[in-house]
Structures are given as C-alpha cells and as structure tokens.
C-alpha cells in the first residue's frame, strides 16, 4: 500500500486547508494564482476517472500538511493487436510540506495504477 501515514482521498471538507496550503506554497514559489474556493472545488474535488486528490493530515489532528493532485486520461490506441487503450496520469497539484517529497510521488504513482 502506501508509506504516508494520514494520507486519504480529499473531501469537500478538505477543501479550505487545500486552498491554505496551494496558497502559501504559491507564494513560497513566486506563483500566486488566485483561486477562489469554488474554483479549489472544480480543480481538485475528485471525480471518478478524473480528477484524483490526496491529503495527508497531520497526526496531532491540527490540519492537513500535504496535498497532491492529478487527473488521469485515456487515449485510444490504433492498430495493435494486443493494447486498445492507454491509461495516463498526470500530476497537478503537488505541495509537501511535512512529508518526504519523494515518498509522496512514490504513494502517487502507487494510487494512480491503482
């Protein structure tokens, strides 16, 4: 399974820590969009085959820490006998602030095969 311990699918719940944490990782990285938090809702409540987002909450119950965001697409693929389609994610939103970086893209990659 994965390593990060608290680390669970994002609700609607999540969504104002979410924003929080892009927020102050936007700045921290010279990168301010502004996002409102209908459009945090949009871009990262996950939908089914979509949209897949992550939230690690820290372990004193005090807020979440981590959050990592991708969506995933499905190409058609022409003329081979074996393979007819070709699974793809691509990561969206990534902020570790409390968790190895690493060991965060190693559970995504792990939740996105799944």
Same mark, same amino acid.
């Given at each position: 399974?994965? +390593? ?9 719940? /999540?969504? =104002? ?8 990782? @936007?700045?921290?990285? !010279? ?5 409102? =938090? ?16 992550? *939230? *690690?909450?820290?372990? /004193?119950? %005090? !807020? ?5 965001? @991708? #969506?995933? $697409? ?18 969206? #939103? @990534? $902020?570790? %602030?409390?968790? /190895?970086? *690493? ?6 990659? *792990?939740?996105? +095969?799944?």
């Amino acid at each position: 399974r994965h +390593k990060t311990p608290g680390l669970r699918p994002l609700t609607r719940e /999540d969504i =104002p820590g979410a924003l929080n944490l892009l927020q102050t990782h @936007f700045l921290e990285s !010279g990168l301010s969009p502004a996002l409102s =938090p209908q459009e945090a809702e949009h871009w990262l409540l996950p939908r089914e085959n979509v949209m897949h987002s992550y *939230v *690690v909450e820290a372990s /004193d119950g %005090t !807020g979440l820490t981590d959050l990592v965001s @991708f #969506y995933t $697409v499905t190409t058609q693929v022409l003329n081979h006998p074996l393979h007819q389609q070709l699974g793809e994610a691509r990561l969206l #939103y @990534f $902020v570790a %602030t409390a968790t /190895d970086p *690493v060991d965060l893209i190693e559970d995504t990659l *792990v939740l996105a +095969k799944a």
